[in-house]
């Protein structure tokens, strides 16, 4: 079921209707239980569904490409990461949540890379800010919400955890190249 966004307009200066306060409770009554009674009606007759809120989790929205989920690791062909370590989305995050060990790579198309990469999820904001500070288009918000544990300790995602095939992640990697400006894939970081 795809989203929808609805742009309400805001009525900048108040009339005297308005200012009588009553009448404008009785219109908001109106407009609620019009929207009650209807999504009664197709409740029970099973028509007119699209009223109804999305029956989760039966039933899921197709979050439109600007959606910011759970930050991931773009992760090539070969199952490494395609991160560098440089460490600038550590620098742009503003909980401090990642958290980054650079190590070498000897011989590899990609000498730098993570040797560790946790993202504390009880802490990200889901700003986006470490996806757009990144040069290499190496770490991306995906669609992943639904995170929940028992306790702190297993809200740290380490790299084996985060890292998700970049053919998964097409569609936002497409989007923030046309956000970002970007027209091109950045260059390789060849050895
Ligand atoms: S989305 Fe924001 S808060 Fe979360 S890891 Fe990225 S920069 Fe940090
Ligand atoms: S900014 Fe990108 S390349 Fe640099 S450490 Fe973060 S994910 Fe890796």
Partial sequence: MPGSVIKVKRQEKIGWLERLYVPMIIKG?????????????????????TDFVVQYPEERVDYPSAFRGM?????????????????LCEFACPTDCISIVPGELE?????????AF????????????????????????????????????????????????????KRRIDFIRGDYERDREPPKSDV
């Fill in 71 to 87: 930050p991931v690791l773009v992760a090539l062909d070969d199952g490494l990461p395609k991160c560098v370590a440089c460490g």
């Fill in 29 to 49: 009554l109106f407009v609620t239980g019009g929207h009650f009674f209807r999504n009664l009606r197709g409740f029970v007759t099973g028509k007119n569904r």
């Fill in 118 to 169: 946790d993202i504390d999820m009880s802490r990200c904001m889901y700003c986006g800010l470490c996806e757009e500070a990144c040069p290499e288009e190496a770490i991306v918000m995906s669609r992943e919400v639904e995170i929940s544990t028992y306790d702190r300790q297993s809200m740290i995602f380490e790299k084996e955890n985060l890292l998700v095939h970049e053919n998964l992640l």
């Fill in 107 to 115: 011989g590899a198309r990609i000498e730098r890379y993570p040797e």
